[in-house]
């Protein structure tokens, strides 16, 4: 994993899948995407800070940006709130786009949405749902929840994408999140992190 400044983090899969996706699509349409994933995380931002959150680092992987947060001071709510941040901003800034008929624009910013409502962890989803079920039955409960469910769900996606790929004769642009899924699957079940992503 390459280091470029203290607490940020890029891995080399990143790196290597935002040249490839520049190459095959063009600088443009890249840079919609990362801005599109920069507004997520400002809006994880605007939430975290007035609540007292301190961010400590930002890790970014093919399966997408992580911030990494001292949220130990926020309650269950405040901190719901401040992951669920990042998936408003990007369907608020989604529909205002369509709204502006800027298609490719709005379908980046939906399709981030709805990618990281997914409840497989390091994703929003996944966090959303260790915190919802932990602020109603207790961290055990969140943490159980949160691995079973996420393991599930990555677990048949990342699947499922493997065989769309095989039964279509598919698109690689399948392979770096059917790696991702199948990879947080995996690491729910065993508990262990994925850092080669």
């Excluded at 624009?105 to 994703?123: E, Q, T, W």
């Excluded at 039955?137 to 048949?156: F, K, M, S, V």
């Amino acid at each position: 994993m390459s280091r470029w400044c203290e607490g940020l983090h890029i891995s080399g899969g990143f790196a290597l899948l935002a040249a490839w996706f520049a190459l095959v699509n063009g600088w443009q349409l890249l840079a919609v995407i990362l801005s599109a994933a920069l507004l997520h995380e400002l809006g994880h931002l605007l939430v975290l800070y007035p609540l007292g959150g301190r961010v400590l680092g930002l890790r970014i992987s093919i399966f997408g940006a992580e911030l990494v947060t001292d949220a130990a001071r926020l309650s269950y709510p405040g901190e719901l709130a401040a992951v669920l941040a990042g998936p408003a901003v990007n369907l608020l800034c989604g529909l205002l786009l369509a709204r502006g008929h800027a298609w490719v624009a709005a379908g980046a910013h939906l399709s981030l949405c709805l990618f990281n409502l997914l409840p497989v962890r390091p994703l929003d989803g996944g966090r959303a749902l260790a915190l919802g079920v932990s602020a109603l039955a207790g961290p055990a409960a969140g943490e159980g929840a949160a691995r079973w469910a996420g393991a599930l769900t990555a677990l048949t996606l990342g699947a499922l994408s493997l065989w769309l790929m095989g039964r279509t004769g598919g698109s690689l642009w399948l392979l770096p999140a059917a790696a991702g899924l199948l990879a947080a699957g995996a690491r729910e079940l065993t508990g262990k992190k994925a850092d080669f992503l």
